[in-house]
């Protein structure tokens, strides 16, 4: 299938979600029309099957695995498939769990797009400071840091702008989103494209931070026990007892329990280190 065409510049916002996560659809836009208002820019929401709609937003809901025969496609595939509906060169990524808390700095993220434009080296911005953990160096344009290839997260699924022919070439259908940021991280590193942050001294939470948002709302399919106060201050009731409080593990656990899920797929994992 031949790429689809693109407009010449512009950005459009993709949240990316499953059906499994339609209770956080309600919170995510009632925050997101709170706090970027004047957003302009096409707005997604990456859907299996569902529709949805939002009082205000015109959101297209992507349903990507209509038509399919029923066959329940991977998280990458449905990113991909949202990626294929996309008509600007340059995707800002969300997630429907990314509970913004506080205005976002829409003309700076317009201006992250101007310098995306222009040079086209630049192949990811990331906007917060989760992600990518650096080391970092400084650049011509004091706005921006460097992340380097050795970075723990050089892929990262946090909010950042993505150049959408670059995000699609760092995909493989097999994977889920860990494997993405794990296997799309040695990816990256390989082929040493440019990949920036902004400053994390000057935007960050204590100072002037681009997307503000707990990290994240859901942790591993349970509500992150933070995100009580976030939406009581913000008046927005949910539903906790359907999904229950995510109790973090020691991070001994944690990483055994990565590695146990890296060995329960031998194959995927070969062919991501392969790929």
């Known amino acids: 299938m031949s790429e689809p065409s693109r407009v010449k510049d512009g950005f459009s916002v993709l949240v990316n979600s499953s059906d499994s996560f339609e209770d956080c659809w309600q919170p995510f836009f009632t925050l997101f029309s709170r706090y970027w208002p004047d957003c302009d820019a096409p707005l997604f929401l990456n859907t299996e099957s569902k529709s949805w709609a939002f009082d205000g937003l015109a959101i297209c809901a992507t349903q ?29 990524y969300l997630q429907e769990d990314y509970f913004i808390e506080q205005a976002v700095n829409g003309p700076l993220i317009k201006e992250m ?15 917060t400071h989760f992600g990518s953990s650096g080391p ?13 290839p050795t970075s723990k997260y ?11 022919d670059a995000l699609k070439s760092y995909i493989r259908a097999w994977e889920n989103g860990w ?12 082929r040493r494209e440019r990949f920036l942050t902004l400053n994390r001294d000057s ?31 913000r008046g927005i009731e949910v539903d906790f007892g359907k999904r229950g409080f995510h109790r973090p593990k020691p991070a001994v656990i944690r990483r055994l329990q990565l590695l146990s899920k890296i060995a329960s797929q031998p194959i995927n994992a070969l062919r991501s280190l392969m790929s």
């Open 203 to 233: 935007y960050n939470p204590a100072r002037s931070p681009v997307v503000q948002y707990l990290h994240t709302g859901i942790v591993k399919g349970q509500w992150h026990p933070g995100i009580q106060n976030v939406f009581a201050e």
């Open 136 to 148: 970092f160096s400084a650049t011509n344009d004091p706005r921006l840091w460097q992340i380097s």
């Open 154 to 164: 050089l892929i990262s699924t946090q909010a950042g702008l993505w150049r959408v």
């Open 113 to 127: 797009v101007a310098f995306m434009t222009v040079d086209r080296t630049v192949k990811h911005i990331g906007l």
């Open 64 to 92: 990507v695995a209509a038509g399919n025969g029923g066959r329940r496609l991977t998280w990458s595939e449905c990113l991909l498939a949202a990626l294929d509906k996309i008509e600007t060169p340059i995707v800002l």
């Open 179 to 190: 494997m993405f940021e794990i296997f799309g991280t040695i990816r990256a590193r390989r």
